[in-house]
């Protein structure tokens, strides 16, 4: 089933238009989330080597900006408000992904074997059986919620939600988590079908933002997409579906519905060595040769903190002005998703300068720390 046919209204969680704008804030959140992992696996690589996994990565977190984008626009259409820099909006890593068969954490670390595992479990496509819940408890103990498997109090699930170590998707129950992106991609369709249907009923629609707010294609560039304007049902379906479909393909098909490869696909060649082309099936690339050298790749210490700076004061300086830097840009983002989008422009060349940032830290080993680089810590 793709996130277009997504079931009839009725099947909606979402029943208010708070519970929507709490979802796609949500949703915000999740494509945000995979941009540190991304960006951090990225600049690991050693200059002048893994070509193809530098373009590989590098394409899907210019594409996890589309993302954001698309998701703000679906937010403001309905009259939500975008906030990329509330408290929290950032999580903590490492953070564990309520998306998938199991629970799984995201770390911050260079690019190996175990990063690219884990960005497979991300864009991993998984659809829920006919009859199937598509909202998933998770294990409590694993996640040390609770010492005996119980379910949690209200207020431990909130401090959980708080602390930025589980990146909840369902609002007001952190812990439950969905089959896949996909997945709650098409809870959020369903919402939006449920609730412009009931208020088409009353003569009245959802759609009450203001057109001004919307990011149009002019103000973003990704190479893997355009940006869609959100005026209604219809075009916000394309937005959340073109999200979705990016991430984890058409139909269960390696390409999306603009034939391109998606993230799990373009993931997948790492892994295998191989390119896909057009006639391959999934898990079966058939392309040209994929060279991956996995020991070009700077040491960064995984989920590295401000605090393993301590005895390298510059180091920590710099990682210091990277967060800031790093705050600027959201900040910047967060002005585009709210009334002026001509600073996302801005904004991505902000990125390239953060870039910058990031190789002064990624390319200095640490005292008392043998064999460890230093890296960007995200702490905000």
Same mark, same amino acid.
């Given at each position: 089933?793709?996130v277009s046919?997504a079931?009839?209204s009725?099947d909606?969680?979402?029943q =208010?238009?708070?519970?929507?704008?709490?979802?796609?804030y949500?949703?915000?959140?999740?494509?945000?989330? =995979?941009?540190?992992?991304?960006?951090?696996?990225?600049y690991?690589?050693?200059?002048g080597k893994?070509a193809d996994?530098?373009?590989?990565?590098?394409?899907?977190a *210019?594409?996890?900006?589309?993302?954001? %984008?698309?998701?703000?626009?679906?937010l403001?259409?309905v009259g939500? =408000?975008?906030?990329? %820099?509330?408290?929290?909006f950032?999580?903590r890593?490492?953070?564990?992904l309520p998306?998938g068969p199991?629970?799984?954490?995201?770390?911050l670390?260079?690019f190996?074997h175990e990063?690219?595992?884990?960005f497979?479990?991300?864009?991993?496509?998984?659809?829920?059986?006919?009859?199937?819940d598509?909202?998933?408890?998770?294990?409590?103990?694993?996640l040390? *919620?609770?010492?005996?498997?119980?379910a949690p109090?209200?207020?431990?699930?909130?401090?959980?939600?708080?602390s930025?170590?589980?990146l909840?998707?369902?609002p007001g129950?952190?812990?439950?988590?969905?089959?896949s992106?996909?997945?709650?991609?098409e809870?959020i369709?369903?919402?939006?079908?449920?609730?412009?249907?009931?208020a088409r009923?009353?003569?009245?629609?959802?759609?009450t933002?203001?057109p001004?707010?919307?990011?149009?294609?002019?103000?973003?560039?990704?190479?893997?997409?355009?940006?869609?304007? *959100?005026?209604g049902?219809d075009?916000?379906?394309?937005?959340l =579906?073109?999200?979705a479909?990016?991430g984890?393909?058409?139909?269960?098909?390696?390409?999306?519905s603009?034939?391109?490869?998606?993230?799990?696909?373009?993931f997948?060649?790492?892994?295998k060595?191989?390119y896909?082309?057009?006639?391959?099936?999934p898990?079966?690339?058939t392309?040209?040769?994929?060279?991956v050298d996995w020991s070009?790749?700077?040491?960064?210490?995984?989920?590295?903190?401000?605090?393993?700076?301590?005895?390298d004061?510059?180091?920590?300086?710099?990682?210091?002005?990277?967060? %800031?830097?790093?705050?600027a840009?959201?900040?910047?983002?967060?002005?585009?998703?709210?009334?002026?989008?001509?600073?996302?422009?801005?904004? *991505?060349?902000?990125?390239f300068?953060i870039?910058?940032s990031?190789n002064?830290?990624i390319?200095?080993?640490?005292?008392?720390h043998?064999g460890?680089n230093?890296?960007?810590?995200?702490?905000?």
């Amino acid at each position: 089933m793709s996130v277009s046919e997504a079931e009839p209204s009725q099947d909606s969680k979402i029943q =208010t238009i708070e519970e929507l704008h709490e979802y796609l804030y949500k949703g915000l959140q999740l494509e945000h989330a =995979t941009l540190p992992p991304y960006l951090t696996a990225l600049y690991s690589l050693q200059p002048g080597k893994n070509a193809d996994a530098w373009h590989v990565i590098r394409v899907v977190a *210019v594409e996890e900006m589309l993302h954001l %984008t698309l998701v703000a626009n679906v937010l403001n259409a309905v009259g939500g =408000t975008p906030d990329l %820099t509330k408290s929290g909006f950032v999580p903590r890593y490492p953070t564990h992904l309520p998306c998938g068969p199991d629970h799984f954490e995201v770390h911050l670390r260079p690019f190996s074997h175990e990063a690219l595992d884990t960005f497979l479990m991300i864009e991993k496509p998984a659809q829920a059986k006919a009859g199937e819940d598509r909202f998933v408890p998770m294990d409590w103990a694993a996640l040390g *919620v609770t010492s005996d498997g119980a379910a949690p109090s209200a207020e431990k699930l909130a401090e959980v939600e708080q602390s930025g170590t589980v990146l909840g998707l369902v609002p007001g129950e952190p812990t439950q988590r969905f089959l896949s992106i996909g997945e709650f991609y098409e809870e959020i369709i369903r919402g939006i079908n449920h609730l412009e249907d009931q208020a088409r009923t009353a003569g009245t629609t959802i759609f009450t933002g203001d057109p001004a707010r919307q990011v149009s294609p002019e103000y973003f560039y990704s190479g893997g997409g355009d940006v869609i304007e *959100v005026t209604g049902r219809d075009t916000a379906v394309a937005a959340l =579906t073109l999200v979705a479909e990016q991430g984890e393909g058409l139909y269960g098909g390696i390409f999306d519905s603009q034939d391109e490869i998606a993230h799990y696909y373009r993931f997948q060649q790492l892994k295998k060595g191989r390119y896909y082309q057009k006639g391959d099936a999934p898990d079966a690339p058939t392309g040209p040769v994929l060279h991956v050298d996995w020991s070009a790749v700077y040491p960064v210490k995984p989920d590295i903190k401000l605090a393993d700076l301590a005895r390298d004061p510059e180091i920590l300086a710099a990682a210091e002005e990277f967060n %800031t830097s790093y705050a600027a840009f959201l900040r910047n983002v967060n002005l585009a998703y709210n009334g002026q989008p001509d600073l996302l422009l801005k904004a *991505v060349w902000e990125m390239f300068r953060i870039r910058d940032s990031m190789n002064r830290l990624i390319r200095n080993p640490l005292t008392g720390h043998p064999g460890a680089n230093a890296g960007p810590t995200f702490e905000l």
